[in-house]
């Protein structure tokens, strides 16, 4: 059996509300992953997830073999002491040859890092189920690919200008930069495979005046499609680990 530490990047915390539900990112990220782990094309991977709440400190030391970054509240391009900190230790973690998931803040801090272009999204806020366009298929993506994918979205900034060196591999209509990677060592989505339906609802409802009552009504409408957690979970663990590794 494989096994792979992954640190969880802890960007911000689900509201306290919400937690004796549906616990807080770290929770939700080890449901999510060691559930994909148990899919039978990943019958020999263990997860082990640590937490790192980086918005107190970082990491001392990178000793995990993948480092997931989560969303927050916050915009990347805000320079908090917090998150120059965070950049540092993913140059750090890099330079050490480890590789970074990126997802919904975390995907737009890759981006960010690397020289590409964060922004308020024009159509506002982006909320419920987005499906997703496949731009390319690729090895870690496994042998059976479908063209589109459907994650849960809550965001109002995205990626408008891509790194030199990044590789969009999957857009939509909301958010044409919705997935992207870096060579070898970088991954990132804009959705939240960690999210389920039930707490996304309930974000809705705790946003429903923030929001507006047409993106609202438009975001609880998007809850009748199915949504492919697991799926992307299982291409974030196969881009880290390798496909061959991650088979039978």
């Known amino acids: ?27 939700m990220f080890e449901w999510v992953l060691q559930t994909s782990a148990r899919q039978p094309e990943c019958a020999k991977l263990q997860i ?14 990178v000793d995990c073999d993948a480092y997931l970054i989560t969303g927050s509240r916050d915009s990347v391009y ?11 230790f993913i140059e ?19 981006a960010h890092y690397f020289g590409g272009r964060v922004a308020p999204a024009e159509g506002g806020w ?45 857009t939509n209509g909301f958010c044409p930069v919705a997935g992207f990677t870096m060579n070898d060592r970088v991954i990132t989505v804009q959705g939240h495979p960690e999210f389920t339906k039930a707490y996304a609802q309930g974000l809705l409802d705790h946003r429903r005046t923030l929001l507006g009552e047409a993106v ?12 492919d957690e697991l799926l992307v979970a299982r291409w974030l663990l196969q881009f880290v680990i390798g496909q061959e590794s991650m088979r039978p």
């Open 1 to 27: 059996m494989n096994n792979i530490r992954i640190g969880i990047l802890q960007t911000d915390s689900v509201l306290e509300k919400f937690q004796p539900d549906f616990g807080d990112y770290p929770q």
């Open 48 to 61: 082990d997830c640590i937490n790192y709440p980086v918005q107190q400190s970082t990491p001392l030391v």
């Open 78 to 88: 805000d320079d908090a002491p917090w998150i120059l900190d965070l950049v540092g």
């Open 92 to 110: 750090r973690a890099l330079a050490a040859d480890k590789k970074i998931i990126g997802v919904c803040f975390g995907h737009q801090l890759m």
């Open 126 to 170: 982006a909320v419920g189920v987005h499906t997703s366009d496949i731009l390319q298929r690729h090895n870690w993506m496994g042998d059976s690919v479908p063209t589109q994918f459907n994650l849960l979205s809550s965001h109002k900034d995205q990626v408008v200008e891509l790194p030199q060196t990044a590789e969009v591999f999957a």
């Open 216 to 227: 609202y009504q438009q975001g609880m409408d998007s809850m009748i499609k199915a949504t």
